[in-house]
């Protein structure tokens, strides 16, 4: 089996220096709920409202909008003039939305503003997955069966759907860093405390303790329910424009500072990646603490990108917050949480017990935190990150209060 900290497995993609070109100046969430009935166009569309709301602006300020690159029902331009009853010209680009896009979004924002092709930005993204889930359709288990190579040598040996994956990654990191099913719980009990105090989460009224993951039964060994993401039909949005625009705007500050993208060589096929208990922030989470000139000890709030607890634990790992092999450890207890902590961590909820709107939401919730407006807030946060994640990709973003 190949080290864990290999290097040759991945690579950082090039970025441009944005350092304090941009700013988010609006945030919007959509409800976030069960199956509702909703289109991910009219969840999206709601969010946006939100968004405008927030900011002060009007639909006509807005001049540029990003999306997913993939799934063909998501907020475009054409959305965008049907719901508001604009014409104007948009810049365009599927290189937003969540995911790994939620925290890149903000690069290809500040350089289309900084080139004049837009000088305001929205970024979107939601998902019905939850409405969609009785026709067995949407979400990552759709995408990955239609694998070919996924259907040809990994559902006919088991190896499917996404908690068996990770299931076995975090069998590994027991096997390799003696990680244990309480440090894993600590990060379940954690995000679900934060939830409880955010009045948007799906989970808000469902407390979770240590002993209750303890005696929840495993659905794939060593996970437990509480150890995998929710399903849910939600979305939100979030707006940027210069710095010095955003000084002019109603909300506090909050300032892009870096921004890094990592990759890896093996894509979604998990199996044959050589650093099996590691994650693309190997590669992402350096070039953003260096565009900012900030490190991991200078961060406030952390929220990543969180299918598993297992994705959390690595994350934490790979950004550089401590040691690999040492996140069992590192969690253990209330390391996590939002006023007790060392390292406040998804402090809305998260995608195991706020809703699973694939990341966007807990850039919402960075902003948030950052303004000081946030439901679980951490006492004088300056500096935020948001790690995104898609298997393939890390993304991580660095925010500051200005």
Same mark, same amino acid.
């Given at each position: 089996?190949?080290?864990?900290?290999?290097?040759? *497995?991945?690579?950082?993609?090039?970025?441009?220096?944005?350092?304090?070109?941009?700013?988010?100046?609006?945030?919007?969430?959509?409800?976030?709920?069960?199956?509702?009935?909703?289109?991910?166009?009219?969840?999206?569309?709601?969010?946006?409202?939100?968004?405008?709301?927030?900011?002060?602006?009007? @639909?006509?300020?807005?001049?540029?909008?990003?999306?997913?690159?993939?799934?063909?029902?998501?907020?475009?331009?054409?959305?965008?003039?049907?719901?508001?009853?604009?014409?104007?010209?948009? %810049?365009?680009?599927?290189?937003?939305?969540?995911?790994? *896009?939620?925290?890149?979004?903000?690069?290809?924002?500040?350089?289309?503003?900084?080139?004049?092709?837009?000088?305001?930005?929205?970024?979107?993204?939601?998902?019905? *997955?939850?409405?969609?889930?009785?026709?067995?359709?949407?979400?990552?288990?759709?995408?990955?069966?239609?694998?070919?190579?996924?259907?040809?040598?990994?559902?006919?040996?088991? %190896?499917?759907?996404?908690? /068996?994956?990770?299931?076995?990654?975090?069998?590994?990191?027991?096997?390799?860093?003696?990680?244990?099913?309480?440090?894993?719980?600590?990060?379940?009990?954690?995000?679900?405390?934060?939830?409880?105090?955010?009045?948007?989460?799906?989970?808000?009224?469902?407390?979770?303790?240590?002993?209750?993951?303890?005696?929840?039964?495993?659905?794939?060994? @060593?996970?437990?329910? +509480?150890?995998?993401?929710?399903?849910?039909?939600?979305?939100?949005?979030?707006?940027?424009?210069?710095?010095?625009?955003?000084?002019?705007?109603?909300?506090?500050?909050?300032? /892009?500072?870096?921004?890094? /993208?990592?990759?890896?060589?093996?894509?979604?096929? *998990?199996?044959?990646?050589?650093?099996?208990?590691?994650?693309?922030?190997?590669?992402?989470?350096?070039?953003?603490?260096?565009?900012?000139?900030?490190?991991?000890?200078?961060?406030?709030?952390?929220?990543?990108?969180?299918?598993?607890?297992?994705?959390?634990?690595?994350?934490? +790992?790979?950004?550089?917050?401590?040691?690999?092999? +040492?996140?069992?450890?590192? /969690?253990?207890?209330?390391?996590?949480?939002?006023?007790?902590?060392?390292?406040?961590?998804?402090?809305?909820?998260?995608?195991?017990?706020?809703?699973?709107?694939?990341?966007?939401?807990?850039?919402? +919730?960075?902003?948030?935190?950052?303004?000081?407006?946030?439901?679980?807030?951490?006492?004088?946060?300056?500096?935020?990150?948001?790690?995104?994640?898609?298997?393939?990709?890390?993304?991580?973003?660095?925010?500051?209060?200005?």
């Amino acid at each position: 089996m190949p080290t864990a900290d290999a290097t040759d *497995w991945g690579f950082a993609s090039e970025l441009e220096d944005v350092s304090g070109a941009v700013a988010i100046v609006g945030i919007g969430d959509a409800d976030y709920t069960r199956a509702s009935g909703r289109t991910t166009r009219e969840i999206a569309a709601q969010a946006t409202e939100r968004a405008l709301a927030d900011a002060g602006l009007r @639909p006509a300020d807005v001049d540029g909008l990003m999306y997913v690159p993939f799934s063909g029902d998501q907020f475009a331009a054409r959305d965008f003039h049907a719901h508001f009853g604009t014409s104007h010209a948009l %810049w365009e680009s599927e290189r937003g939305g969540g995911m790994v *896009w939620a925290g890149s979004a903000p690069h290809d924002a500040a350089l289309a503003i900084r080139s004049g092709r837009a000088s305001c930005v929205l970024n979107t993204f939601a998902v019905a *997955w939850a409405t969609q889930r009785s026709q067995m359709v949407g979400g990552p288990g759709q995408v990955h069966a239609e694998d070919m190579i996924k259907r040809q040598l990994e559902v006919p040996f088991g %190896w499917f759907p996404q908690p /068996v994956y990770f299931a076995t990654i975090a069998r590994r990191h027991m096997h390799e860093f003696g990680t244990t099913a309480e440090q894993l719980g600590a990060i379940a009990v954690a995000c679900r405390r934060h939830a409880g105090l955010t009045p948007s989460a799906v989970m808000r009224d469902r407390p979770l303790s240590l002993a209750d993951y303890l005696a929840s039964p495993l659905i794939v060994d @060593p996970f437990r329910k +509480e150890d995998c993401c929710l399903i849910s039909d939600g979305g939100a949005a979030y707006i940027m424009t210069s710095l010095e625009r955003a000084r002019d705007l109603r909300q506090p500050v909050v300032a /892009v500072l870096g921004v890094g /993208v990592g990759n890896s060589r093996t894509g979604t096929y *998990w199996s044959q990646q050589g650093a099996f208990t590691s994650t693309p922030q190997v590669f992402a989470a350096p070039g953003a603490f260096a565009m900012a000139g900030l490190g991991p000890g200078d961060v406030d709030v952390l929220a990543c990108y969180d299918p598993f607890t297992i994705v959390s634990l690595m994350q934490i +790992e790979d950004m550089g917050f401590c040691p690999k092999g +040492e996140g069992g450890p590192f /969690v253990a207890g209330e390391r996590l949480h939002f006023d007790t902590g060392t390292l406040p961590y998804n402090t809305h909820g998260g995608m195991l017990s706020h809703a699973y709107v694939l990341g966007i939401a807990h850039v919402v +919730e960075i902003v948030r935190q950052l303004r000081h407006h946030a439901a679980a807030q951490v006492r004088a946060a300056e500096i935020g990150v948001y790690g995104g994640y898609t298997g393939p990709q890390a993304s991580t973003l660095v925010l500051a209060r200005r």
